[in-house]
């Protein structure tokens, strides 16, 4: 069975502080999807890494593919309110499979 | 704004009703998936159509039929369910084959 691991769980910081989340696999993925939840709405694409080792940058998040395309990691600087939410990573793998990970849980206070 | 819709948004039910999600896309796309979402656990793929065929089935129980009739529109009918089908369902559409997945907001059931 395929699994990502989402780490950590959930996560309460202040405006302003840094943070990194970690999805971690033993498969390997044709490409890996970061989303972000809001609560009562669906999840809402944010980024596709591809190539391994690759960076992308989407204002003040930072997503990165592991070399291996095992791994991902997604880092945030100077959190805001805005930025709470339930984040997702999800790992392709062909065809029509998708392995999502169970999310890391972000709460960002004033 | 994500270009799927889905209806109703709450639903509650008791074990012995039938009832039916819909589902809506407005994108394009070929592939539409319906999804479950339950606290702390990662997604669960339940089907998925792709050019109005099922293509995906994941052991999922015969109590969830899904219907495709274009593939602009998917439907889950539900019935005789358990107080453990509770949760999220979420519709998604991509293009065929295509990684990235577009998201409705979901229907909440909740069964009593």
């Known amino acids: 069975t395929q699994l990502l691991e989402q780490s950590p769980q959930f996560l309460s910081i202040q405006e302003g502080e840094n943070l990194t989340v970690y999805c971690n696999s033993s498969s390997v993925f044709s490409s890996l999807q970061w989303y972000r939840q809001e609560p009562g709405e669906g999840p809402v694409l944010l980024v596709t890494v591809v190539t391994g080792g690759e960076v992308k940058k989407l204002k003040r998040l930072t997503f990165q593919f592991g070399d291996a395309r095992k791994d991902s990691s997604l880092h945030i600087t100077a959190a805001q309110p805005g930025d709470t939410g339930l984040y997702l990573c999800a790992g392709y793998t062909g065809g029509f499979k998708t392995i999502f990970g169970a999310g890391t849980r972000l709460f960002v206070k004033a | 704004e994500t270009g799927v819709t889905q209806t109703p948004r709450h639903l509650v039910m008791g074990m012995t009703n039938k009832k039916s999600l819909k589902c809506e896309q407005h994108?394009?796309?070929?592939?539409m998936y319906w999804y479950k979402q339950s606290a702390k656990k990662p997604l669960e793929l339940m089907f998925v159509?792709?050019?109005?065929?099922?293509?995906e089935n994941n052991s999922v129980p015969s109590r969830f039929s899904p219907e495709c009739p274009n593939s602009s529109h998917l439907f889950l009918h539900l019935h005789t369910l358990q107080p453990e089908d509770s949760a999220l369902y979420l519709c998604?559409?991509?293009?065929?084959?295509?990684?990235?997945?577009?998201f409705g907001p979901g229907t909440r059931l909740t069964v009593t």
């Open positions: 994108l394009g796309h070929n592939a």
């Open positions: 998604a559409s991509s293009h065929t084959r295509d990684y990235e997945q577009y």
């Open positions: 159509y792709s050019l109005e065929e099922r293509v």
